[in-house]
């Protein structure tokens, strides 16, 4: 089993950044993807960016470009640095694991404001 904790979310202006961080504990980290999902209020969950064990990454069309995600295996931390935010990327931003079962965090708040 795996708890997920994360951190970094907060209120930044557009065109601001933010780096969120996961810290996993309870497992092997390094067998899992790690993935970075949100959800805005009044939608559904969608995947942000995800990296599998061996480092390949896959982001969202909306994020692309202005999003990184990777992994600190020796950390059991996984992070996603968010640049050029805008007011779309408002969202409760959950951390994911993922192997033959699938855990969540509790979420982080980032709110971008216009």
């Known amino acids: 089993q795996v708890q997920l904790v994360e951190s970094g979310g907060g209120l930044v202006q557009a065109g601001g950044s933010l780096r969120l961080s996961c810290a996993a504990s309870g497992s092997d980290f390094r067998i899992y993807t790690m993935a970075w999902y949100r959800q805005a209020s009044g939608k559904q969950r969608e995947l942000v960016a995800s990296i599998t064990t061996g480092g390949a990454r896959n982001y969202a069309l909306s994020v692309k470009g202005r999003f990184t995600i990777s992994r600190d295996n020796a950390k059991n931390t996984v992070y996603l640095q968010m640049n050029n935010l805008n007011p779309e990327d408002t969202a409760v931003y959950y951390c994911?694991?993922?192997?033959?079962?699938?855990?969540w965090g509790k979420g982080t708040l980032v709110t971008v404001s216009s």
């Open positions: 994911n694991a993922g192997h033959s079962m699938t855990y």
